[in-house]
Each structure stands twice: as structure tokens, then as C-alpha cells.
């Protein structure tokens, strides 16, 4: 038996090709859902960069303040020593 090649398409194409269109909404979905994926790792790595920024910034700030706690310390120790050497000295009397 021969058939040609339109009439094994009507037969058989009809099976393949919702196959083919499923398959074409199938890779649509999967490309949609790499791009929506790809979108938010990007988003994601650019808020860890913020962050990361911030984190540095809030070193600075804090090494800024032990600076300048120590430097009040110091000044507090030596105003407390200039005080009690001028407490040891003895007072002059009128």
C-alpha cells in the first residue's frame, strides 16, 4: 500500500504536531522563567553590593568612633593627672 506524503501528514501530523506546539510552550515557559530567574539574581547581587557597602561604611564609622573615644580618654587621664599634681602642690598662703 502507498500513500503519499499529504495524506500520511493528515493522518499522523495531527499527532505530531500538538506535541510540537506544546513543546514550543514548554520552551517559551522555560525561557520566560531563565529570564525571570536571571532578573533576580541580578537583582539580588546588586542589593548584596549595597549592603556590602553599607557594612563598609559602618566599619569606618566605628573605627572613627574608637578614635575618637580614645583620644577623649586620653584627654580625660591627662586632664586627671594635671589635676592631681596641681592637688599635691602645696597651697600659698596670703
Known sequence: MLTSQFEW???FGE?????STVSLKD???SKRQEYVKEKIILSQERNIQKLNEQVRNL???LLWCKAE????ND?????????SEIEQQPMLDD
Do not use: G, V
Open 9 to 11: 501528514k493528515q493522518q
Open 15 to 19: 499527532e505530531i504536531e500538538p506535541t
Open 27 to 29: 520552551q517559551s515557559l
Open 59 to 61: 566599619r569606618e564609622q
Open 69 to 72: 573615644t580614645e583620644i577623649s
Open 75 to 83: 584627654s580625660a587621664f591627662a586632664l586627671s593627672e594635671h589635676l
